[in-house]
């Protein structure tokens, strides 16, 4: 009788732990089940709905493009390209870019290790005037260098040297 009498509060225990987790009222234990059923259903949808909006957050952080700003200074341009990620090859693209304008570096900064910033100063070979080249100019040579380059990392074809 002991045995049974212990089994009957411990289930109404749990049974009383079962509708406070649940917020259920309801009295029989059929009801309390159906409650926490619908409970458990609830907290699903809702992790589903949780999970769909960190991978939809992901997506959305993931910058596949680096971002580009091109600053006239007095003597040149200011150019910064800055990554979310590490982007093999980008600086040799940038520095074709470079010599392609007939920029000199005069001075730069750059990271290539967990994400890819660059910060250089570049002015007009032999320190001829920058006059006819604008900030539009450069900074369409310089994305073009950077589409370049993601074109050909996405075809896998760029190997370090």
């Known amino acids: 009788m002991v045995s049974r009498s212990h089994k009957r509060t411990a289930m109404c225990r749990n049974l009383q732990l079962l509708r406070s987790i649940t917020d259920s009222h309801a009295r029989r234990k059929t009801s309390v089940l159906l409650d926490a059923s619908e409970y458990i259903q609830a907290l699903k949808r809702k992790l589903e709905e949780l999970n769909q909006a960190i991978t939809a957050q992901k997506s959305i952080d993931y910058d596949p493009m680096p971002m580009l700003r091109v600053e006239a200074q007095e003597k040149g341009f200011l150019i910064k ?9 980008l600086l040799v693209f940038i520095l074709e870019a470079f010599e392609e304008l007939g920029l000199d570096v005069l001075q730069a900064r750059v990271s290539c290790v967990d994400k890819f910033c ?26 073009q260098a950077i589409q370049n380059w993601s074109k050909v990392t996405e075809q896998g074809s760029f190997t370090e040297q």
């Open 81 to 89: 390209v800055l990554s979310q990620r590490s982007c093999d090859g």
């Open 118 to 143: 660059l910060e250089a100063i570049g002015t007009k070979e032999n320190n001829q005037e920058t006059g006819n080249m604008d900030v539009p100019m450069v900074e369409k040579v310089v994305l």
